[in-house]
């Protein structure tokens, strides 16, 4: 009996997560060029098609300010308006349906992809290109942003790139917070603070 409630609880959390492309393709439209607006930033996140992320069962999760902003299969891209401000950008890999972010920051965070601070400038298109086999190109002339299979690319790089892509989900707009840092990062610090003082 326990083993079948076990089963059935790890079913209904798999069925909690955007599935990969495995399963089907993205089926939006082709990428179109994106305006913007003076007074907000846009970013695009995409990632280019190959046989590893084809043959993906679950789609990595792109956080915003530790908020769940969409996933992303192969071949698929995301459009999102921010708010002037600083955001904490954050791919992670789901596993059983669940993103485990109660484990975010701790000595269990093994889902955790890439993490960095974006700091944006109002009325200007940043493009994020998440490739976990091949990385850019050429590195952005706006520096270095970006972590591991996420980087930062510059539009020349990215309009080559993005045109047989298709949109994962609609346009969406996220709102500056302050809450940069995820409430377990302290209780992680503490747990980390007490060790040290009994010599752990």
């Known amino acids: 009996m326990c083993r079948w409630l076990v089963l059935g609880v790890l079913l209904a959390l798999?069925?909690?997560?955007?599935?990969?492309?495995?399963f089907s393709e993205v089926e939006g439209p082709v990428f179109s060029a994106q305006s913007v607006s003076p007074d907000q930033v846009l970013v695009v996140l995409y990632r280019p098609q190959s046989q590893w992320a084809d043959e993906e069962l679950e789609a990595p999760g792109l956080f915003v300010n530790n908020q769940l902003a969409g996933a992303l299969p192969s071949n698929g891209y995301l459009v999102l308006e921010l708010e002037p401000a600083v955001y904490r950008v954050e791919m992670r890999r789901p596993l059983a349906g669940s993103y485990w972010t109660l484990l975010a920051e701790g000595p269990f965070d093994f889902n955790r992809i890439a993490s960095f601070e974006l700091n944006p400038e109002v009325g200007e298109v940043y493009y994020l290109r998440y490739d976990e086999l091949n990385p850019p190109p050429k590195v952005s002339q706006r520096g270095g942003v970006g972590e591991g299979p996420l980087q930062l690319v510059d539009?020349?790089?990215?309009?080559?790139?993005l045109p047989p892509t298709k949109r994962v989900q609609a346009r969406q707009k996220v709102a500056a917070s302050d809450e940069l840092e995820r409430k377990q990062e302290g209780f992680w610090r503490k747990v980390g603070r007490a060790l040290d003082k009994i010599g752990i």
Do not use: M
């Open 14 to 22: 798999t069925g909690c997560s955007t599935p990969g492309a495995f």
């Open 155 to 161: 539009a020349d790089v990215a309009l080559e790139e």
